[in-house]
């Protein structure tokens, strides 16, 4: 099982809901972040994500890198 995956069973059994219901809940609002109209966060997610909106599992992924590097570097 990736990061990713163990990362979303974990907050689901914290919660007490299932893993599906984590998963959409995260691409729900992925969903609605990639249409937000201001240019500038419209710019920030292409950079961080050139191929399209992502899936919940990449989103966390790039996000956690992009934390990473941000944490290290202060």
Known sequence: MNKQKKL???????????????????????DEAWNNPNP??????????PNGKPAAGEFIRVMAKQTKNTVRHR
């Open 8 to 30: 979303i069973k974990q907050i689901a059994q914290r919660h007490g809901v299932s893993v599906d219901e984590i998963t959409r809940n995260i691409q729900a609002a992925l």
């Open 40 to 49: 500038i966060i419209r710019d920030r997610q292409r950079e961080l994500f």
